[in-house]
């Protein structure tokens, strides 16, 4: 699971179709969890931003990975990312 939206780095650089992936979630007792947030040019290249996140998790919901990513297109930052 990713999702996939245009990113612009610090510096200004515009990266068409990123892909963003959640990595290293961690459960933060039984109502938080907290997750690194990797978006690469290319899943096969390095990371170009790294980010960390986090949100309240529902236990008795999805996974907590898919919890995750409901959260990321939640955000500002994130709308009009698409599944991929």
Not at 39 to 64: Q, R, V
């Amino acid at each position: 699971m990713a999702l996939k939206l245009t990113k612009t780095t610090e510096s200004g650089l515009e990266v068409k179709d990123a892909y963003v992936r959640v990595e290293q979630i961690t459960l933060r007792g039984k109502e938080n969890i907290s997750f690194q947030v990797k978006a690469y040019k290319n899943k096969d290249l390095p990371s170009f931003e790294e980010n960390f996140y986090g949100c309240a998790y529902d236990i008795n919901g999805e996974n907590p990975i898919k919890q995750a990513y409901l959260h990321l297109k939640s955000l500002p930052e994130f709308a009009g990312a698409v599944d991929c």
